[in-house]
């Protein structure tokens, strides 16, 4: 019988030899969350804030968390999940995947031969990992698979972190496309957040449930679907209870004749047309700041005001400030609902 076929991981990490054992891993994972997490609450406390810098500079900074990183994965195996996930839900075809990687630490996805794979990082390790802010990234619907793999808990803000979660959604190219989540399961078990919250969250910003929750001791590992869109409009969401919003409507101004009449002018016509002219200007201002609105926000919006109940969107819309940086909390910022 012959060896098991083993996923290339790559070279050896930019900035030296990586890490080899997962106890080592462990402690510069914690560490390193738990200095960032000060930093992010320490305010204006110049002094507090360069000694954090120091702390962390003394444990490697972010090359060497990402290094521990990669140890850690090489033991829980994501990416063959990821794999596993992708053929069991979409299967092979003859034109490749395409697969957005969030925060990706190695290129194992990339030596799979049925699979377009465009992985990204802020700070990269490897020369096929695109040095990127996630957030610089626009959604374009462009991927049939996304996978975001312990990225979410490390954004520092609440808002961003659920600005994250709908940008994701953004990305997927159709209502079948997969989104494969993976957080701490300390993170959804937070006392702000809760596993049963967190799925609610989920459905209220369109995603669907493709395949039973997986859990570890420690990580939730969630396979999800884009869903029916509830912006631009469909039969079927129209049958979920969906708002429907076509592109004409989201347009159109309100009849002329809607507004109150204003007292006509007889002594100076020109004042009139002047007028005139002035209020088809504004209305002209107004479509094109609708047109500016980027897709994945007006669907957001249409999906967490038809699906999230209300108890929900207030809980997640609420104000995080003053939660310690140390329990995890997701917020949804006013302009994603209303």
């Known amino acids: 019988m012959g060896k098991k076929r083993r996923l290339f991981t790559g070279?050896?990490?930019?900035g030296g030899k990586g890490l080899k054992s997962r106890r080592v891993a462990r402690v510069v994972t914690s560490k390193y969350h738990a200095i960032r997490n000060e930093m992010q609450s320490c305010?204006?406390?110049k002094e507090r804030m360069a000694e954090l810098e120091k702390e962390l500079e003394a444990i490697g900074g972010t090359d060497k968390y990402q290094q521990a990183s990669?140890?850690?994965?090489?033991?829980?195996?994501?990416?063959?999940?990821?794999?596993?996930?992708?053929?069991q839900h979409l299967g092979r075809s003859s034109a490749k995947i395409r697969v957005l990687e969030v925060g990706a630490i190695n290129i194992q996805l990339h030596s799979v031969a049925w699979l377009d794979v465009r992985s990204i990082d802020v700070n990269s390790q490897h020369p096929?990992?695109?040095?990127?802010?996630?957030?610089?990234?626009?959604p374009e619907q462009a991927f049939d698979v996304v996978v975001?793999?312990?990225?979410?808990?490390?954004?520092?803000?609440?808002?961003?972190?659920?600005?994250?979660l709908a940008r994701l959604r953004g990305h997927l190219r159709s209502e079948e496309s997969l989104?494969?989540?993976?957080?701490?399961?300390?993170c959804i078990e937070s006392k702000h957040c809760g596993a049963a919250r967190f799925e609610s969250l989920l459905g209220g910003l369109g995603f669907g449930f493709q395949a039973p929750l997986k859990t570890t001791p420690r990580l939730f590992f969630y396979t999800l679907r884009r869903g029916v869109s509830r912006y631009l409009g469909s039969e079927e969401a129209d049958k979920l209870g969906g708002k429907e919003v076509s592109e004409d409507d989201s347009l159109q101004q309100p009849p002329l004749d809607s507004a109150p009449k204003a007292k006509s002018d007889k002594k100076n016509p020109k004042d009139r047309k002047r007028k005139r002219k002035s209020?088809?200007?504004d209305e002209h201002t107004d479509v094109e700041h609708v047109e500016e609105e980027e897709a994945w926000v007006l669907e957001t919006r249409a999906a967490l005001t038809s699906l999230l109940p209300r108890q929900l969107l207030k809980h997640f819309s609420s104000d995080f400030s003053q939660v310690p940086p140390t329990e995890f909390c997701i917020n949804i910022a006013p302009s994603l609902t209303c």
């Open 43 to 45: 305010g204006d406390n």
């Open 128 to 138: 096929l990992i695109e040095e990127l802010d996630f957030f610089d990234l626009p």
């Open 148 to 164: 975001c793999s312990m990225v979410v808990n490390c954004v520092t803000e609440a808002a961003k972190r659920g600005e994250m």
């Open 11 to 14: 070279n050896a990490p930019i």
């Open 279 to 281: 209020e088809q200007a």
């Open 70 to 87: 990669i140890v850690s994965t090489s033991h829980f195996k994501t990416s063959r999940w990821v794999v596993k996930m992708i053929e």
């Open 179 to 186: 989104l494969l989540l993976v957080l701490p399961s300390r």
